[in-house]
């Protein structure tokens, strides 16, 4: 038999992956070494060769768009010869399963799937129907633990409360949850793998139907599978199924949400007889990239061990970047892009990692600028996420009570006992005056009738709060400045507070964005339009943020740079990649720093980053950073120390001076003509704002030089020599 238009696009150990004989195989595929090419040859490999009829056939991976493309590349492969394979998401498949199988599964034929808000929603009434306090069991934190209890297979009578009133509580909205969506025939997406889980347990005529059938199973990205979905294919395969699984525990990054890395370790002691290969041919990035990328996941200590390695060329070094603070490092990763394409390249070649969504604030604002379209991958841009856009109500409704949208975002986020009904008659009065919201609330509280006496405190308490962050509006008199006034708005109106408690898994992110809005408050003056036609800083601000919520992202597809966390990277790759923030307490994030077993896993996602380039990495860590609305002396990131330093270009080298930092002598260009101190490291000097401090490190040249200086009273930090108006003590 022919099997050449199989094999011979295929390197070695591809090869052998793809024609391996019957037996569990794992496949450690390492980035860029071609795992879907390998997973769709095998599926072809054992329909033409080992005559394995498509429907013995199930892939599993975990997006629909990766499902999508490997059913397309196996029509392409066996010329459409696929009728009756089983491919897609494993929630789409224990979907169809359930579709089948309804009655078994105790859910009516035309049962509902819930979507995450739907799901939240309905998790809000239970809370209500029960009695219970909702600023004591936030319905997202309920809902995120309802999930979290699925994904381990575990149903409210298999749970303890241990004594503990909050458990007792969680517990028993989860099983009024259950009642709720049983009499609704509603199921969430949790449900739909742990209810065709338990049909396979319970039905075991209906488990040995499915594994006669399914004779292989084939799992994409095995490193991302949580404590149900593996429990689910150990089930399915019995004794007499093969199980050919496909994964990188160097690339395991969702843990926060359930995935085990665990699962890789285990899956030969849980298969008898599994073997393992390992793909580490890698087809994407230069040998430099690779060479740093192993250097970097060699300091984790429980892997299974693999070394990327290509037959292509060296390529260029990997370029670092010390930033004077965040603004400098946007400034040099968008002047080093419009480089690019002033060479002739394209804007999406280009690509900006970071590890918090928080951190895009600062280059989007260059990058629009330089006029340089760009696109935020798999997210929201700034002005756009929720959170932020709740913060702008406040600050809008105070600026203006007349704004009703503003008035409709703000008056219930967080809730505050203002039920749909009042707010219908709020609405409806408002109509009928023919008068903004704001001003029919004071008219319906001036009625005394027209209100519960609940609602009208509750209505009256916020309407006193939006009064209260209006006087300290930094154009009122005797206001605050604008960074003030956004973190006095943020501390009132309790929005911080409200999404530290949000426990989809976001709850880190947006309260980051929230403090990122803190930061661009600080860093924010009016335009000279702006000035010229009299506005204030805080009604610039806010037209600011409108406009540029509406503007200057381009569409999936087109030709833009692309902004992305290092989790949205994931199964991407580009020409040239700025991986930036590279700094202790950032990245690292400070949560890995405080937990344990948590570091491993931030080392996997810089491991994911730097395997995101093909041919050019530039990192960047800044020496200080405003964050979380405080401006932070930093530290660079340990992953930076674990690079070797024989691959890397500083762009700027920190100079090392034993010398006098600038000593006036013959000036060699204009600039440079200027009256300067001579200083030298561990000189005392003093300051007119910071007082006496003591000189610790230097940089630069000339009027360039930067010095940082221990102050006794204010701290560490640096300064442009020749604007500083030091005096040696």
Known sequence: MDVSHLLDALNPAQREAVSAPAGH???????????TRVLTHRIAWLIEVERVPPWAILAVTFTNKAAGEMRGRLDALLAGRTQGLSVGTFHGIAHRLLRRHWQEARLPQMFQILDADDQQRLVKRVISGLGLDEARHPPRQ????????????RRPDMLEDRGHPQTRAQIDIYRAYEEACRRAGLVDFAELLLRAHELMLEQPALLAHYRERWRQLLIDEFQDTNTLQYAWIRVLAGNTGQVFAVGDDDQAIYGWRGARVENVQHFLRDFPGARTLRLEQNYRSTATILKAANA??????????????TAGADGARIALYAAYNELDEARHVVQRIAEHLDGGGRADDCAILYRSNAQSRVFEEQLMQQ???????GGLRFFERAEIRDALAYLRLAANPNDDAAFERAVNTPPRGLGERTLDTLRTHARAARVAMWQAASLLL???SALSARAGNALRGFMELIQRIAASAPDASGGLTLAEHVAQMLALSELRAFYEKDSRGNAESRVENLDELISVAARFEPGPEDVEAGLG?????LGHAALEAGEAQGEAGQDCVQ????????GLEFSIVFLVGLEEGLFPSQKSLDEDGRLEEERRLAYVGLTRARQRLLLSYAESRRLHGTEMLARPSRFLAELPAALIDEVRPRVQVSRPLYAPARAHAVEEETDLPALRLGQRVRHAQFGEGVVTAAEGGGAH?????????????????????????
């Open 537 to 541: 800083v805080l009604a610039s601000f």
């Open 563 to 570: 902004l992305m966390t290092l989790h949205a990277a994931k």
């Open 705 to 729: 030089t930067r010095v940082q200086i221990n102050f006794a009273q204010a701290g560490s930090k640096w300064l442009v020599l020749a604007y500083a108006r030091l005096e040696a003590c």
């Open 142 to 153: 309920a809902t995120w633990q309802i999930n979290a209890w699925k994904d381990e297979g």
């Open 446 to 448: 001036a009625d005394k």
């Open 25 to 35: 195989l794992l496949v450690l595929a390492g980035a860029g070494s071609g795992k």
């Open 371 to 377: 006029r340089i379209g760009y696109r935020v991958y």
């Open 296 to 309: 970097l996941i060699a300091h984790n200590g429980s892997r299974l061990g693999k070394q990327l390695w």
